[in-house]
């Protein structure tokens, strides 16, 4: 997966990495993601998530 799609260096909050998925979801599946995982570091916070439609 590109780097134009998922940033590299992580995000400051939670809330903003919500905001950043709810708001990019459909170019992520676009690019062939079909699920993903919100993490803290190493420890998994929720997910997989299905990015498919419907």
């Known amino acids: 997966m590109g780097g134009d799609v998922?940033?590299?260096s992580g995000?400051?909050?939670q809330?903003?990495?919500e905001a950043w998925l709810s708001e990019g979801w459909a170019d992520l599946a676009d690019a062939g993601v079909e699920q993903v995982t919100l993490l803290e570091g190493e420890r998994e916070?929720?997910?997989?998530?299905s990015l498919a439609a419907g």
């Not at 916070?45 to 998530?49: A, F, I, S, T």
């Open 6 to 8: 998922v940033p590299g």
């Open 11 to 13: 995000f400051p909050s």
């Open 15 to 17: 809330g903003e990495a």
């Open 45 to 49: 916070v929720y997910g997989p998530m």
